[in-house]
């Protein structure tokens, strides 16, 4: 495994996967439908989620693909996308496994998604993996979500500042970031083409769902002893509730956050 590489737990979500369906933000739907364009998506094509967590980008990109495969190393995160799959209707493939060991009978793909779940895996041999996974013109694409600094995202250095403290304490934390960006990684890889798509959304959230937005961060449960599901929602509600309406709701602006990756080799000259 490679230095820039944080070694994998697979026990690191079993505390924080029931908090993911309520409390992680939904990427923009038009970001799936902008990247579905962009890699020329259609029915006859096929979609693998990599780290499917949940299974939110696993359901975006249901209706726009023949079929999808949602992959997943830990069993409480494929039960919770196993429950909103059923909720959604959805008829998704859900397969235990890891990066590290892709079956290579679980076919061809015309695009790989991983949604905040790049930074656990040793990046460089999963993108060598998946080089022989996706089909010539199809791509891999990282999602993740950022909060522009600007009067609706007021609340957002608090929560974060908040969060920080808790994880104080977490390993994990120092190693990620004294990794390589995900960009040059990629651009040392077969998928050197790359190309960022964004969209912004703007939500109002309940102070309720930030509470559970805290406890899916698994840096909160390696953090400061004894203060996790105790002190934690006391301290969320206690830091937003300035930033709240008269109902209880945080205005906030999503960023939802693309980098599709192509093989510059599969481009016409």
């Known amino acids: 495994m490679s230095a820039a590489t944080h070694t994998y737990n697979p026990e690191r979500f079993k505390n924080a996967a029931r908090y993911y369906t309520n409390g992680r933000p939904t990427y923009p739907k038009q970001l799936s439908t902008r990247v579905a364009a962009l890699i020329g998506l259609s029915p006859q094509h096929s979609v693998l989620d ?138 040392a890889s077969a998928f050197d083409l790359l190309e960022r798509v964004a969209v912004l959304e703007t939500r109002d959230t309940p102070i309720e769902r930030f509470v559970d937005r805290a406890l899916s961060f698994a840096t909160t449960w390696h953090g400061r002893p004894g203060s996790r599901e105790h002190d934690l929602p006391h301290e969320v509600r206690r830091v937003l509730a300035p930033h709240a309406d008269e109902r209880g709701n945080i205005r906030e602006v999503i960023e939802g956050q693309a980098l599709v990756a192509r093989r510059s080799a599969d481009q016409p000259v």
């Open 50 to 187: 990599l780290g499917t967590g949940p299974g939110f980008l696993a359901l975006d990109f249901a209706g726009l693909v023949g079929s999808v495969t949602a992959v997943d190393p830990a069993p409480e995160m494929l039960e919770q996308a196993k429950l909103n799959f059923e909720r959604a209707g959805a008829r998704i493939r859900l397969v235990q496994g890891s990066s590290a060991a892709l079956d290579p009978q679980l076919g061809r793909f015309r695009l790989v998604t991983i949604g905040r779940a790049f930074h656990w895996m040793d990046r460089a041999p999963t993108l060598r993996t998946l080089d022989g996974f996706i089909e010539p013109g199809g791509a891999v694409a990282l999602f993740g979500e950022q909060y522009p600094e600007i009067p609706q995202n007021a609340w957002h250095a608090d929560f974060q500042a908040l969060i920080d403290s808790y994880g104080s304490a977490d390993p994990a934390r120092v190693q990620l970031r004294a990794s390589p960006r995900h960009e040059a990684v990629l651009l």
